[in-house]
């Protein structure tokens, strides 16, 4: 519950006020401030700005049922007509509207309307703002019995006050947040009073409009990109065709594995051969399919095998941060390894706003890390970039965990 009418008009209620801050302080930097205000709080669609030193706005939001632009805002409407430090609980047609004044400028704890069973909320609310001290001024209905405040009924006062306003166009009424639907309602209104080729150039929105359009284009849509770890090698299959291909390395008479690690679409197996007398003969055997075999120049021989392509995570949901981490350690440790997870980085959308967190992984351990898979299953935002095994039996695993 939101608004309450008197005197044949509509008033608003629980408008979120604030005062204009920088060096530009008029209508236009009210707007842009409200625009700006945290997610968090609410999407603003309507706005009110007071005239005052500096300016203050109030908002509502697109949760606030029965809220339209053209309506007066309540407090803005009590704030000009009394003036000065005060605070009020009003009987009002459907409940109690608190409002509380300092200085002329709305006190944004309160412009609040309680419905008519919670008399006693309102009243504690009101005690509230009596023991801060700073109000002298205290009115409250006789029914309610508080001490300290005098009945002053606004009903006569509100209605008096809308009519002396400056009818559609004043400032104490909301207008849509958006400066162009505001206009747009603006010459709505002003159409039964002009001439007739205005109402109709409205409705057939006139040339100037579309010119003014091709010369200044409206601003592309925001960019939706995908989450960062949309694209990346799945963990969980890279792993296990790692495993699995280095478990079955090319056997090379005449040289023993050394090492061998996945990355990418490749995997590198890393020879010695036991004598360098020997490495002519192990360079004359018959290729592998898919692989090929290649000497450096310290007598080490390495195969290069392809890998099929891995599956990439898909829009898989992060889970959070610390519940991550903890399933990392706890799945490493099980197997008798280690991890370490650098400190979280944010990933900012170049959209705008922050998308996730990321970790940086390196593990290891001395059991096959295709043994962590069930363990780490719910991890899907988990990428494995390399995967390395080094004899006699350790294996190093190396990735970026995308958390929320």
């Known amino acids: 519950m939101s608004t309450f009418s008197a005197g044949g008009k509509v008033f608003v209620t629980n ?8 060096a530009a302080r008029g209508a236009a930097a009210a707007r842009a401030q409200a625009r700006k205000l945290p997610l968090e709080i ?8 007071r005239r005052t030193s500096p300016p203050q706005f109030g908002v509502s939001f697109s949760d606030a049922q029965g809220v339209r632009p053209g309506q007066f805002a309540a407090a803005a409407v009590l704030a000009d007509a ?11 047609p459907n409940g109690w509207y608190l409002v509380a004044c300092r200085r002329g400028f709305v006190d944004p704890d309160t412009d609040r309307l309680f419905a008519r069973h919670d008399a ?6 009101l005690q509230d703002v009596m023991v801060e001290g700073k109000t002298k001024t205290i009115y409250a209905p006789a029914s309610l019995n508080v001490p300290g405040t005098k009945d002053f009924p606004i009903d006569k006062l509100l209605a008096q006050q809308a009519r002396g306003l400056k009818g559609m166009m004043s400032r104490q009424r909301l207008a849509p947040l958006d400066t162009r639907i505001a206009l747009r309602q603006k010459l709505l209104r002003l159409a039964p009073f002009a001439a007739a080729p205005l109402a109709l150039a409205l409705l057939a929105r006139p040339a100037w409009v579309a010119v003014d ?5 409206p601003p592309p849509p925001p960019l939706q990109l995908p989450p960062p770890w949309e694209g990346m090698p799945a963990a969980a299959p890279f792993i296990s065709q790692c495993v699995g291909g280095v478990l079955s390395y090319p056997q090379l008479p005449g040289a023993r594995l050394k090492s061998a ?6 995997i590198l197996f890393h020879y010695t051969p036991y004598t360098p007398l020997t490495l002519p003969l192990v360079l004359g055997e018959r290729a ?6 290649t000497a ?3 007598a080490d021989l390495q195969f290069s095998c392809d890998l099929d392509p891995t599956p990439k995570i898909g829009r898989q949901t992060p889970v959070a941060r610390d519940a991550a981490a903890r399933r990392m350690w706890e799945s490493f440790g099980l197997l008798g390894g280690g991890v370490e997870l650098s400190a979280p980085h944010p990933v900012i959308n170049p959209a705008g706003g922050l998308s996730a967190i990321e970790m940086t992984v390196k593990a290891r351990g001395s059991a096959p890390p295709d043994m962590l898979l069930h363990a780490i299953a719910d991890l899907q935002t988990l990428s494995v970039s390399t995967v390395e095994f080094a004899t006699p039996n350790t294996w190093y695993i190396e990735g970026v965990l995308y958390a929320r």
């Open 15 to 22: 408008l979120f006020w604030q005062t204009v801050g920088g």
């Open 42 to 49: 609410g999407t603003p669609t309507n706005i009110v700005v």
């Open 82 to 92: 009394l003036g000065g430090t005060w605070a009020g609980l009003f009987d009002v």
């Open 120 to 125: 006693d909320a309102a009243r504690r609310v």
């Open 213 to 217: 359009q091709r010369l200044h284009p």
């Open 261 to 266: 690690q996945c990355r990418g679409d490749k």
């Open 288 to 293: 592998v399919p898919r692989c090929q075999l």
């Open 296 to 298: 450096s120049d310290k």
